[in-house]
């Protein structure tokens, strides 16, 4: 398998939802760097089409900071999400606002997560500039709501939320094409016949 179209189907799709306005924009969790001097080429979902287009592929970074719900890079992560925020939050209007609409933020991990993760996203929300973050993690009992739902919903039992953030895939079948992959080549490098293990 192209080892470039691989490492898209590990990259999360992040949506940001606008409790002002109730727009939902999504971006993949996409970053091109140039290497030499170190710049921010491109981030979210033009950066796939883009880096198809660069000839000097050796003196770029296609990076995905946020793969299979999990961070890898928090600098990268922190850019990326503070970008969104920047863009269909702060300038949702078309105008800079100068408050935030509050001081909290939500946000909701679909894959499981270990602890250390978990609280990487929380620090990371921190970062960003909120004082206070609520979670929905794949465990949280949504009470028959979809995702979607309990999002939207969540000011009727938190009170005003400024946005939030979805750590999600839209195509599942990226993620399972990945995770097969990697598991195929763990089997080579272990010397197990994968066709064992899968029965």
Known sequence: MDEFKLVNDSAADIRIYDYKTKTVHTEKAMMIFKREPVTIVCLGNECEAAYEQITDKENYIFLI??????????????KLIKWMIRKYIDQADGKRRIFKRSPKALIYLHEPLRPVDLKAYEDLMHLVGYKEVLVITSSTDLGGMTPEQAIWSAEEVHGKLDCAIEITK?????????????????CKRWGVDPSKVMG
């Open 65 to 78: 900071p946020i793969a299979m719900g999990k961070i890898y890079d928090y600098p990268s992560s922190e």
């Open 170 to 186: 839209e195509e599942p079948l990226g993620y399972a094409r990945y995770a097969f992959e990697r598991f195929k080549k763990d």
